[in-house]
């Protein structure tokens, strides 16, 4: 569990400077450049998920049951991972209606993620994990609507990209598949654990 600790607080906490270190990060830039500071954060990042995932796994193996889920909470969870994929994919397609209305789908998708998680499990090491996740997603996006809000009344907000319905359909249809690709086949592949009940592994 030592192992999953390390791992979430430098992987998270990296990914927090925006939340927790603005002044640290905006330090960083001006010492080591753009370069400089991606490759430092790119080295730091990996090194906490190394150790996140390598931390989950062995407490896996022994895992301390909080609670049991309710029956039929695997169903619910499916349904929100589908929310889930749709937000991640609008994070990266151009110009759809999802990213210009919510501004910051990725960290939204990342919270509906942590939270479908907890849901569907119990154990210490899951709701560590997914709760570290949650509490980042929350922190991180009231953070960036702060900036967002700040820079509209400094008069710097830049401006919304086109929209259109096609991009919009676009990034619903490409989180929808990555999310069917999920339920059939990847989760159980990556994770070795079917997302619903009844599913061969």
């Known amino acids: 569990m030592d192992m999953l600790i390390a791992g979430l607080v430098i992987f998270l906490g990296i990914h927090a400077l925006r939340v927790w270190g ?23 990042s990996l090194a906490g998920f190394y150790l ?14 909080l609670w049991t ?11 929100l991972m589908w929310v889930s994929m749709v937000l991640l994919a609008a994070a990266e397609v151009p110009g759809n209606g999802i990213k210009a209305r919510l501004r910051h789908p990725m960290v939204l998708g990342v919270k509906v ?10 154990t210490l090491h899951d709701v ?16 960036a609507r702060q900036r967002d809000r700040a820079a509209l009344e ?6 919304v990209a086109p929209v259109s319905a096609a991009a919009t ?4 249809l490409a989180g929808t598949a990555v999310w069917v690709a999920f339920i059939l ?17």
Do not use: C, D
């Open 128 to 143: 560590l994990l997914f709760g570290s996740f949650l509490v980042w997603a929350v922190l991180s996006f009231r953070a």
């Open 69 to 79: 889920p309710p029956h039929g909470m695997a169903h619910a969870t499916v349904a």
């Open 185 to 201: 086949v990847a989760h159980v592949w990556l994770i070795g654990v079917a997302p619903l009940p009844g599913m061969a592994v």
């Open 22 to 44: 603005e002044g640290v990060r905006s330090a960083l830039l001006v010492r080591l450049g753009p370069l400089g500071f991606k490759g430092v954060y790119s080295i730091v």
């Open 154 to 159: 400094a008069g710097e907000a830049n401006g």
């Open 113 to 122: 993620w942590a939270l479908a998680h907890i849901l569907a499990n119990g």
């Open 169 to 172: 359909i676009g990034a619903v």
């Open 52 to 65: 996140l995932i390598v931390g989950y796994g062995q407490a896996r193996l022994e895992p301390v049951q």
